[in-house]
């Protein structure tokens, strides 16, 4: 499905990102894996083997995705595909509800999530134009972009920076649709990550849980369940593909959510 296809995941040395990489390869592409923290990096390097580059940056830098890229061409010889999943949970910084954020909880919760995506897209984007081809980028929002969970998921910044990823895709999904460069965006609920660690340990909120993700049995979405969409859009199945939101929630948007009693 994948095979010669030449894949920059920006995120990609834990939880999706890394399920996606080992997917992907398992499918015939090469892939540079880009991540943050050193010890991921170094355990990802060890997990993919020859057919994929892991580098150890921060997507939050604005080269972090251009650099990749270059990479990715020189050593691949060639770029067919952006997957952008870095991103996270701004709460450390400051984020809540909103009578309880900060400024700096605002700030450092939109440039996770959405300054270092658009610096990616761009990237990537820009390469495309430049080699006068054909790609793919892909991006991950969240459910909670439409729709809030009101008692344990009360992150307002994060459900708004998920939010415009949708509306920042869908524009320049338009765009460059006559460039031949498709946008499109993948929309988890609650997935077994290590930024979903707060969640998991608090048998309250995985009890909710099991009844707002009502798909096989009531459970905690696994990365794996991204990478079939994931490898759709990566690979010319997709061609005729653009601006489309896709939620991976186990039925969250369906689902009212049972609360213990």
Known sequence: MLQDKKIVIIGGT????????????SKGAKVVAVG?????????????GEDALVIHRDAREK?????????????FEGFD????????????????????????????????????????????????MEAETAGSILNVSSVLAWSPSSKYFTT?????AKSAIIGFSKAIASY?????????VLAPALIATPMSERAQGNQEIMDFVSTKQSLDGGRIGKPEDLNGLAAYFMSEESRFTT????????????????YGG
Request: contains cysteine; hydrophobic residues 40%; charged residues 20%.
């Open 63 to 75: 080269d972090c995705a251009s650099e990749a890229i270059l990479i990715c061409k020189d050593r």
């Open 243 to 258: 601006g489309q939101v896709i939620a991976v929630d186990g039925g969250w948007d369906l689902s009212e959510g049972q």
């Open 14 to 25: 834990t939880g999706i990102g890394l399920s996606a990489a080992q997917h992907f390869i």
């Open 156 to 160: 307002h910044a994060y459900a708004t």
């Open 176 to 184: 460059y649709a006559p460039h031949n460069i498709r946008v499109n």
């Open 81 to 128: 595909g952006l997957y952008h999943v870095a991103g996270g949970s701004g709460r450390k910084f400051g984020d809540g509800p909103l009578h309880e954020i900060t400024s700096e909880g605002w700030e450092k919760t939109f440039e996770l999530n959405l300054s270092s995506l658009m610096y990616s897209n761009q990237a990537a984007v820009r390469a495309f």
């Open 36 to 48: 943050l923290g050193k010890k991921e990096a170094d355990a990802a390097r060890k997990l993919l």
